[in-house]
């Protein structure tokens, strides 16, 4: 099942950056909150998605959200069989918009073992890669958490991500394996000198022609993941925000080329269900501005 090669180009040499619009069930409500939808406007799960799904809709049907800035958008399960705008919210996003597909396939995380949360088991997951192929999705995101630098934990975030990874590219669907590093461990440093070593080791028994997509922590020691964006394996890294603010994270992703931002809620800072359209689009039009110089810095 080949790859789609226009997106492929997108993504490989195109300018910009991912937009993450996955929140998903645990932090949907979050995210609801700074964008202004209390959780008195919803009593119930669909609700709150009805919710978030105008929060999301109104950002990629902006004018100021286009393939211009934005290479890539990761949805939530969810909004992937949905609408944007009276279409299937994938194909709006290519066929409108130019921006490419991506789908969070994980369920959540584990509870923490070893200094690490893996993910929580993919039931029907040959079922949702075949659904998001058909659909026109060229790959998936799935997401780990690092707390400690426990040698043993680190290894099998790992191990479970490529394994994880290896099943995404035969459906013929580029991963995004995303081991995230707590920004407020004690051992962050040295746990990325850890995780590089062990990104680099899996990545070399990879084939080139399949490569994977990398979203990583934003480093301690800037340039650090130089090896990764220079890996023939890899097609992408792309960055998370991870807490920092906007600004923040803008400022740290400029100092690490080759690297481009993959952010949720550092997209969305700023933007309020209570804005009008005008004021709505002028502070999402800065927002992607912010995000995109510091990705092609």
């Keep these: 099942m080949a790859i789609h090669p226009q997106?492929?180009?997108?993504?490989?040499?195109?300018?910009?950056?991912?937009a993450?619009?996955?929140?998903?069930?645990?932090?949907?409500?979050k995210a609801l909150k700074l964008y202004g939808v209390d959780e008195s406007a919803y009593s119930n799960e669909q609700e709150m998605f009805e919710q978030v799904h105008a929060m999301r809709t109104r950002i990629v049907t902006s004018p100021a959200f286009s393939g211009e800035r934005v290479l890539g958008a990761i949805l939530f399960e969810r909004t992937m069989d949905d609408d944007f705008a009276g279409k299937n919210a994938?194909?709006?996003?290519?066929?409108?918009?130019?921006?490419v597909p991506f789908l969070k396939i994980d369920k959540g995380l584990a509870d923490e073992a070893d200094g690490v949360q893996k993910m929580k088991p993919i039931p029907g997951l040959?079922?949702?890669?075949a659904r998001a192929k058909a659909r026109g999705v060229f790959g998936t995101k799935?997401?780990?958490?690092?707390?400690?630098?426990?040698?043993?934990?680190?290894?099998?975030?790992?191990?479970q991500q490529f394994e994880l990874g290896q099943q995404v590219l035969a459906a013929g669907l580029v991963p995004i394996i995303e081991p995230e590093v707590d920004i407020n461990s004690p051992d962050k440093q040295a746990i990325e000198?850890?995780?590089k070593r062990g990104l680099l080791e899996r990545l070399d028994r990879l084939d080139p022609a399949t490569p994977v997509m990398l979203k990583l922590t934003l480093p301690?020691?800037?340039?650090y993941f130089q090896e990764l964006v220079d890996h023939p394996a890899v097609l992408k890294v792309v960055a998370l925000s991870g807490g920092y603010s906007r600004d923040d994270a803008n400022a740290m992703l400029a100092r690490n080329p080759g690297v481009i931002a993959s952010f949720s809620r550092a997209l969305t800072e700023g933007l309020s269900a209570q804005q009008d359209d005008a004021a709505y689009n002028q502070a999402l039009d800065a927002s992607i501005e912010s995000i995109y110089r510091a990705s092609i810095a």
Excluded: C, M
């Design 7 to 18: 997106q492929r180009d997108r993504i490989a040499s195109g300018k910009g950056f991912i």
């Design 20 to 29: 993450a619009l996955d929140q998903s069930g645990g932090s949907t409500p």
């Design 90 to 99: 994938v194909a709006y996003l290519w066929e409108d918009k130019g921006v």
């Design 126 to 129: 040959a079922d949702l890669l």
């Design 142 to 159: 799935e997401r780990s958490v690092i707390k400690a630098n426990n040698a043993k934990g680190i290894a099998e975030v790992l191990d």
């Design 193 to 195: 000198v850890e995780l």
């Design 220 to 223: 301690s020691v800037d340039g």
